[in-house]
């Protein structure tokens, strides 16, 4: 029988098992290198590197895991606070304003190679809302979850989501027209 | 409900454009650089335990006088009313199932948090 990530857990605490943590890994990996590329706009190479920062961080603080939420939820926002301090370092955390967005959303600013490509528009919307609608959206997270990952109050993570999906649906029609 | 579905659509284009990245040696690497654990000394555990246990008898035996203590006790024991060593007896079962019934709650209601 498969052990939980729950149970997965309890032996890393227990017996220190780093197999177990392997397993761990093993389970969450693509979901966060996935959600790491996104962020960092489709660079492989720095997504895992963060993604490994990411679990490491994880294993050292697994102590700190109280089980009130899920896992992968925990990871996550271990996962996007490695991605903001390194954003931070890069001075890249204020993402794309709003003159930019809009001018890069003009159908003929776009490669038309692109002009469907979800993940480019995606690429497009500023971090918060970005990051609000790949945890929502695209993880399938709860609001209330995401306000955990996000660390931001629950009315603005809707309120982002919302934009956020608002602006693609726009980059879309605009790109599909 | 038109819009509904636009959200639906979208969430469902989102999660497909995203697909499983294989793990590639990923996992292995992380493994590599976690901190060294205690699990390489874990062998020696279940030795320390039998060798204190070993070390706790034996001071135990030579510090009762041969563990004649236990004799003494055993003899007492034999004295004591038949009503008393069932009373014992029930009353040590009920604490244990007691015991039993606790753990079981305090398990069910950790997993039904978590």
Redesign the interface.
Known sequence: MELTDAGLVARVLIDDDQHAYGELVRRHQSSVRGLLRQLTRGDVALADDLAQDAFIRAYKNIRSFRGEAKFSTWLYRITYNCFREDARKRKELVGINEEQWQAEQDPQTVDPGLRHDLMHALSLLPLHERSAVLLCCQQGLSHDEAARVLEIPLGTVKTNVLRGREKLKKTLAAWGS | MNGEM??DW??K???E??P????DG??A???Q???A???RF?FLRPFILVAASAFASALTYVLSDGGRFIIVEMFKVTTIPTVWVVAFALASGMVVMAGGILAAMSKTT?QI??
């Open positions: 636009e959200q979208l969430d284009k989102l999660q454009a995203v499983y990245i294989e793990d990923f996992t690497r992380v493994l650089q976690l901190p654990s205690e699990v874990q950790n948090q978590s």
